[in-house]
C-alpha cells in the first residue's frame, strides 16, 4: 500500500526554527508538494521538489533525499500566522497525488 | 484576476437530498479534481478529469457524481447513496503538465442534518 507519515501535532515558539518531516512509502516517486491550510480554508502550495537537496523559498525551506524516502519542511523565524496544518503530498508512478494526514502546528508566543 | 471559486461557502441539507457543489475556474487548467477532507485525515480524491467530456473515479467516488460539460466547470454531486456526507469539499485544478501543482478553491462545507 501506500503511506505517508507526518506527525499529528508540534509545537514551536514564535521566533524559534521548527522541523516537519514527511516519511513516504509509495509506488514510484515523481515528486513531492508542501502546503499549507490554515484551519477551514483551503490549502495553498508552499514548495515542490523533485531532485534531492534543500530548496529554499525565504523563511521557508524543503529538502528532499528520494534514497530514504524522506523530506522535510523547515520554517524559520516563525511568526503567529504560521500556526496551520502542513501538508505533504507525494506525486506516485501513476502521476498520483497521495496525501499525507498533514501536521498541525501551533506556535506559542 | 484568476482564481477558482466555490459555491456556497456553508451548505446545509437533509438527509436523503441530493446536492451538487459548484467549481468554476478561470486559470485556463486542463485538469481538475474533488476532494474530500474530514477531521485528521488527508485530503481523498473523490473524482478528477484531465480534459473536457471526460472524467475518473479516486479512491471514494461511491455516492458522487460529477460533469465535466466545459472547461472551467466541474459540480459534484453528493448523492442520497453516499453514507457520511457530512465533510469539507475542496475543489483544486492544474495544468496537467508536470510539476502539476494543483490550486484550490475555498471549500464547501456540507452538513447533512
Known amino acids: 500500500g501506500q503511506n505517508i507519515d507526518q506527525p499529528t501535532e508540534m509545537t514551536a515558539t514564535e521566533g524559534a526554527i521548527v522541523q516537519i518531516n514527511c516519511t513516504y512509502q509509495t509506488s514510484g516517486f515523481n515528486g513531492l508538494f508542501w502546503y499549507q491550510q490554515h484551519a477551514g480554508e483551503a490549502p495553498t502550495f508552499l514548495s515542490y521538489?523533485?531532485l534531492d537537496g534543500l530548496e529554499e523559498k525565504g523563511r521557508f525551506s524543503s529538502f528532499l533525499s528520494r534514497s530514504k524516502g524522506y523530506s522535510y519542511l523547515l520554517l524559520k523565524e516563525l511568526q503567529m500566522k504560521d500556526s496551520a496544518s502542513y501538508l505533504c503530498?507525494?506525486?506516485?508512478?501513476?502521476?498520483?497525488?497521495?496525501w499525507g494526514a498533514g501536521t498541525k502546528l501551533i506556535i506559542k508566543p | 484576476d484568476g482564481g477558482i471559486t466555490q459555491s456556497p461557502k456553508y451548505l446545509f441539507r437533509k438527509e436523503g437530498q441530493n446536492v451538487t457543489l459548484s467549481c468554476e475556474q478561470n486559470?485556463?487548467?486542463?485538469?481538475m479534481y474533488w476532494y474530500r477532507q474530514d477531521p485528521g485525515q488527508g485530503l481523498r480524491l473523490i473524482y478528477y478529469s484531465q480534459i473536457v467530456n471526460d472524467f475518473q473515479k479516486g479512491d471514494i467516488a461511491e455516492g458522487y457524481s460529477v460533469s465535466r460539460e466545459k472547461k472551467e466547470s466541474f459540480p459534484l454531486t453528493v448523492t442520497s447513496a453516499q453514507k457520511n456526507p457530512t465533510a469539507f469539499y475542496l475543489c483544486a485544478s492544474s495544468m496537467g503538465r508536470e510539476p502539476d501543482t494543483q490550486y484550490f478553491g475555498p471549500g464547501t462545507r456540507l452538513t447533512v442534518l
Open positions: 503530498a507525494v506525486v506516485d508512478s501513476n502521476y498520483q497525488l497521495i
Open positions: 486559470l485556463n487548467h486542463d485538469a
Open positions: 521538489n523533485v
